[in-house]
């Protein structure tokens, strides 16, 4: 943008001056779309199963890389390995599902 700095006294004097300001651009973060954030498994599902394809967008079109860093179930010790990240942006299984010990689980 160019725009011109005016400023005067009292007596009347002014002075004038063309600013330029550069509008720089910010790294904003990528999103998930909400219909990208759940998925079903059938606990019958053999390890390596696909549970689905993540989708994830960059306002500056960077690559997106996906993984999971925690699973907040209450028993994330013990399944801490059943799912993983594969191919990039597969969400797979890695070990085996338990419906009884993991119904519900968010990672």
Do not use: W
Not at 12 to 25: C, E, F, K, M, P
Not at 58 to 69: C, K
């Amino acid at each position: 943008y160019y725009v011109t700095v005016n400023c005067s006294d009292p007596d009347g004097l002014r002075a004038s001056v063309q600013a330029t300001i550069n509008v720089v651009d910010v790294n904003e973060p990528p999103t998930i779309p909400a219909a990208n954030r759940k998925f079903n498994l059938t606990e019958t599902s053999t390890i390596g199963t696909v549970i689905g394809t993540l989708v994830g967008s960059d306002p500056e079109n960077d690559a997106l890389t996906f993984s999971i860093t925690a699973m907040t179930d209450d028993q994330s010790d013990d399944y801490q390995d059943t799912i993983a990240v594969a191919g990039g942006d597969e969400l797979v299984t890695a070990g085996v599902v338990d419906f009884e010990a993991l119904e519900h689980s968010t990672i």
